[in-house]
């Protein structure tokens, strides 16, 4: 049963029910090229942990590794989750310098008033990944479903890349399903993985 969170920043209730552990499994699928008869399908257990800190952003931690005898390690994922709205002096940051005044967010009217046309919040979501990649992304959070799609990317000479890359996070009977596409370099976006976790804290 879902129990909202303790000491949730008031900023950060649209994504309350994402909050907590999570642990399931999940297909890898995907072709390196068009000629490939069959995808390549891979099984694989995931642990995901979104917490707060009582900033005004949500962290997100993934864990994976395959499902086969060596239990081989996969890339995890460290990233940051928040709802989209300017900076404002109150916030802290560039770097440690302290933020000065109150926050204009006081009341659940004052969030309010952050909802976009759709009824959802648009939100910015950070990712960095081991391999020398950082992805930004822009979406919407509307109930118990979150859209993303990658709007900027970095990476050093070494990394290897992709395109371009759509996320889909959604509360299906108390599962967190995610699905996740990406265009490799010079391709259209394809099914890359999927998963379906379970709250277990």
């Known amino acids: 049963m879902f129990v909202f969170p303790e000491g949730l920043p008031l900023e950060l209730t649209p ?6 552990k999570w642990e399931g499994t999940g297909i890898i699928s995907y072709k390196l090229n068009d000629t490939d008869e069959a995808p390549i399908e891979r099984e694989f257990k995931q642990r995901i942990e979104f917490a707060h800190d009582g900033s005004n952003a949500l962290t997100y931690v993934s864990s994976a590794e395959l499902i086969d005898e060596a239990g081989t390690i996969l890339p995890s994922e460290l990233g940051y989750w928040r709802i989209a709205r300017p900076s404002e002096s109150a916030d802290h940051g560039p770097g440690l310098m302290i933020g000065v005044g109150e926050k204009s967010l006081q009341t659940h009217e004052d969030l309010e008033k952050l909802r976009n046309k759709e009824g959802g919040f648009d939100i910015q979501v950070s990712v960095l990944h081991p391999g020398g990649m950082a992805e930004l992304y822009n979406g919407k959070i509307k109930g118990a479903r979150v859209d993303l799609a990658s709007a900027y990317g970095t990476a050093f000479e070494t990394a290897k890349t ?32 999927s998963a379906r976790l379970e709250r277990v804290e």
Do not use: C, M, Q
């Not at 994504?15 to 907590?20: I, S, T």
């Not at 890359?165 to 259209?188: K, Q, Y």
């Open 162 to 193: 992709y395109r371009h890359s759509t996320r889909l996070f959604g509360l299906v009977e108390n599962a967190l399903l995610w699905v996740w596409e990406i265009a490799l370099p010079g391709a259209d976006l394809k099914p890359h993985a």
């Open 15 to 20: 994504f309350a029910f994402l909050v907590g």
